[in-house]
């Protein structure tokens, strides 16, 4: 605007004035498209934070040997594990189911209120075929792995979960959380209620994509919140909901 009062001082004609308007308003538009284009993308699966690298998963299947019935009659909590490497086509399998593209662009495989996908998911591994022991991350735009710290912290992740035994069993555990305000946004307070309805979408699917993999599971709810989001590295607005222990069954 100091620019238009220079000009008008200066007794530029109207139309240089008008020129010079519309190249401010031209501007302040293209920011503002602009700053909503990072927004959307940083939603579409844009490493968080600081990743040390990443890891490309095996393709999920879209056919398996066990029928959704079968695998809804066999579903059980399962809290002992052999002490058997999680192969990562397993993991892979599990991670789409919970929250994979089902169809592009950016349709998941559980439902969610307006398609606001509130929820991120972690992986602690200790022992899985092909990764080292650390963080994880899960972009489920690209299906891959990001790391986000190295170093074993099943034992933080058990005192945490309240010395729950089969946090430490496990091979892996996931780690759902959660931006609320990606869904309250758009529904205001109700939105609270939809994402906790959407976290339990995503748990049940990791229980019958276990259960048809043979993997056993056991949905963890009792855990120090700020504990779990400490050892998963969540930012400040990101919040812990759950926790999936994952091994193979006895």
């Known amino acids: 605007m100091e620019n238009v009062r220079r000009i008008m001082k200066k007794g530029a004609s109207s139309m240089n004035v008008i020129a010079v308007i519309s190249l401010i308003v031209l501007s302040v538009t293209f920011s503002s498209v602009y700053g909503a284009f990072q927004v959307l993308e940083g ?25 959704v019935e079968e695998a809804l009659q066999k579903r059980r909590s399962v809290r002992e594990y052999a002490k058997k490497p999680l192969r990562l086509e397993d ?5 789409w189911a919970a929250q994979g593209i089902s169809k592009q662009p ?6 969610s ?19 080292e022991k650390g963080v994880y991350h899960y972009d489920p735009y690209k299906h891959r792995l990001e790391l986000v710290k190295t170093g074993d912290f099943s034992y933080e992740l058990y005192e945490a979960c309240l010395d729950q035994k089969w946090v430490l069993d496990a091979q892996a555990n996931v ?9 309250t946004e758009r529904y205001g307070e109700r939105g609270v209620r939809y994402v906790h309805m959407e976290a339990g979408h995503a748990g049940q699917n990791i229980y019958l994509e276990a259960t048809a993999l043979g ?7 009792a855990f120090y919140d700020d504990e779990v989001e ?3 590295d969540a930012e400040e607005n990101e919040r812990a909901l759950y926790v999936y222990p994952l091994g193979y069954r006895r």
């Open 106 to 111: 950016k349709f998941r495989t559980a439902p």
């Open 91 to 95: 993991l892979a399998q599990i991670l």
């Open 43 to 67: 939603a579409e699966g844009v490493p968080k934070g600081e990743v040390l690298k990443t890891i490309e998963l095996p393709e999920p299947k879209k056919h398996g040997e066990m029928s």
């Open 175 to 183: 780690v759902i959380t959660a931006f609320y305000e990606r869904t």
């Open 113 to 131: 209120a307006g398609a606001t996908y509130p929820l991120e998911l972690y992986v602690v591994v200790k022992n899985v075929e092909g990764l």
């Open 230 to 232: 400490r050892i998963v």
């Open 215 to 221: 993997v056993g599971t056991v949905a963890v709810g």
